[in-house]
């Protein structure tokens, strides 16, 4: 998160052959668009997964809208807003047969699952540590490292040096912002550096270069 997904995702998907789709794995991901409640922040899929999860992703690849799950979360004119907006979009590009592009930065935990599973391409964006710090600092954001703490999938997968940067993160970070986000930075970028050692056919992005020229 806060490494230009959302600006890169929204640059690919002005190909008319692509229909976006903006982050399952989020906590606050609307019920309509992937009708599974995702535990964790930075959720790590166990090896052996969840059936439910498995077929709801299906659907989101197939832009299978969940209307019966949505209109049970409508609390507002905005909820209905929205619900109808996006099941106009899901049908739209189902429709139009489109290429689905999950935009995800929550998934990263989870990206080996989602490219082995459904056959899936991979960009991974990265940036800068300097810039991911501020942009936190600047938007008040902070990040509870229990829940990365608590899910032994994703301990297993940062490995005992992470699992030490976790806990100092917790530690240190409780009361600093800053050194909080410093240790976030380097945790989730360990992930990164393994995947690009056992995913070569993956695409690895420095944010601020297709910035520069898009």
């Known amino acids: 998160h806060r490494s230009g997904t959302t600006w890169i995702g929204r640059i690919i998907a002005a190909d008319p052959g692509i229909g976006y789709i903006h982050e399952p794995f989020t906590l606050?991901?609307?019920?309509?668009?992937?009708?599974?409640?995702?535990?964790?922040?930075?959720?790590?899929?166990?090896?052996?997964?969840?059936?439910?999860?498995?077929?709801?992703?299906?659907d989101l690849l197939r832009f299978r809208y969940a209307l019966g799950a949505e209109l049970r979360t409508l609390r507002s004119p905005r909820d209905v807003g929205r619900m109808v907006r996006d099941a106009a979009l899901f049908s739209a590009y189902r429709l139009q047969k489109r290429r689905p592009l999950i935009k995800d930065p929550l998934a990263l935990l989870s990206a080996d699952w989602v490219?082995?599973?459904?056959?899936?391409?991979?960009v991974v964006s990265i940036r800068h540590p300097l810039a991911f710090v501020s942009s936190l600092l600047r938007?008040?954001?902070?990040?509870?490292?229990?829940?990365?703490?608590?899910?032994?999938?994703?301990?297993?997968?940062?490995?005992?040096?992470a699992g030490e940067d976790v806990a100092l993160g917790r530690t240190l970070g409780e009361h600093d912002a800053v050194i909080e986000a410093a240790y976030l930075w380097k945790?989730?970028?360990?992930?990164?550096?393994?995947?690009?050692?056992?995913?070569?056919?993956?695409?690895?992005?420095?944010?601020?270069?297709?910035?520069?020229d898009p």
């Open 28 to 58: 606050s991901c609307r019920m309509g668009v992937f009708p599974y409640r995702i535990p964790y922040w930075y959720y790590r899929v166990p090896a052996a997964a969840p059936e439910e999860l498995v077929a709801r992703y299906e």
């Open 115 to 122: 490219a082995r599973t459904f056959h899936s391409a991979v």
């Open 139 to 161: 938007l008040g954001w902070r990040f509870n490292f229990a829940d990365l703490q608590e899910q032994q999938p994703a301990m297993e997968l940062l490995g005992v040096d």
């Open 187 to 212: 945790v989730l970028h360990r992930v990164i550096a393994r995947y690009r050692e056992e995913h070569q056919d993956w695409t690895f992005v420095r944010y601020e270069d297709p910035a520069r």
